[in-house]
């Protein structure tokens, strides 16, 4: 796969602190987009200034500004992850060379760095879907996608519709159907590098998280 073939989308809201170091290590050819979901401090500005492409996501939601991306990306290569510095790009070539091994899709599974604080419920929550998601859906997955590599049109011809923290979720479940190959490979996980938390760390987030999943594995 030619480097010039993929775009990183990163979606975003108020990721203005770690960003930097995020779009530092993306690997040289791929392409960032950042999708800015209303954030308040910069976050736009941060992007553009440190070289990447920037689309304004309105509708809020991690599933809006993740589709936001993948419909603006052009190239036939589309990675997601996070924004906020716990997860490398660095390794993004690793997983897109599985794509050329024949995977439909790759996804991360999040292997934390030694003292990571990462809370219980989190780690609950993610086992628990995953035990569903080998059980039923016959997936051999460990993680709920936390960065993931796909070819775009495909993915988009999946029609995920959840525009939550449930899309990732439903991405696995439309894959499975689909009788996608999907492989999963190890990624360090560390402490976000700057700002705040919106899932895990929050009462808010989680909650949001855990509604979200429900109504995709029920
Ligand atoms: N656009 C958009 N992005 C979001 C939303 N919620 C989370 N994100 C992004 O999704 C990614 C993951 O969110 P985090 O806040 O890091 O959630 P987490 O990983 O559970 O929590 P941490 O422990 O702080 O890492 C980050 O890049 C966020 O900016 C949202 O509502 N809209
Ligand atoms: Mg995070």
């Given amino acids: ?15 203005a602190e770690s960003l930097p170091g995020v779009l530092a290590a993306i690997p040289s050819g791929y392409q960032a987009l950042v999708v800015d979901n ?27 500004a993740v589709h936001a991306g993948v419909v603006a990306a052009t190239t036939p290569v589309v990675a997601v992850i996070d924004a906020d510095g716990s997860l490398d790009p660095g390794e993004l070539p ?12 790759v996804v991360g599974r999040r292997r934390a760095e030694p003292g990571l604080r990462w809370p219980w419920h989190a ?4 086992a628990a879907v ?20 796909t070819r775009r049109q495909a993915l988009l011809d999946l ?3 959840d ?9 696995l479940v439309r894959a499975a159907a689909g009788d996608w190959h999907v492989v ?19 009462l808010r987030g989680s909650v949001t998280a855990a509604v979200d999943f429900w109504r995709v594995i029920s």
């Avoid at 780690?123 to 993610?126: D, E, F, M, Q, V």
């Avoid at 190890?186 to 899932?199: C, E, Q, W």
Wanted: proline residues 7%; hydrophobic residues 30%; positive net charge.
């Fill in 123 to 126: 780690r609950l929550g993610t």
């Fill in 163 to 171: 525009r939550r923290s449930g899309y990732p979720l439903e991405l």
């Fill in 38 to 64: 209303n954030s308040t401090d910069g976050t736009a500005e941060v992007a553009r200034a440190h070289g990447a492409t920037v689309v304004s996501e309105p509708r809020p939601g991690y599933g809006s």
């Fill in 184 to 202: 999963e490979r190890n990624v360090r996980y560390g402490p976000r590098t700057g700002g705040r938390s919106k899932v895990s760390g929050s």
């Fill in 1 to 15: 796969m030619p480097d010039c073939s993929v775009t990183v989308v990163l979606p975003c809201l108020n990721e």
């Fill in 159 to 161: 029609g995920v519709a």
């Fill in 94 to 105: 690793a997983l897109v060379a599985e794509l050329d091994r024949g995977a439909d899709m």
């Fill in 130 to 149: 995953c035990w569903r998601l080998r059980q039923r859906h016959r997936l051999p997955v460990h993680d709920i996608a936390p960065m993931r590599v």
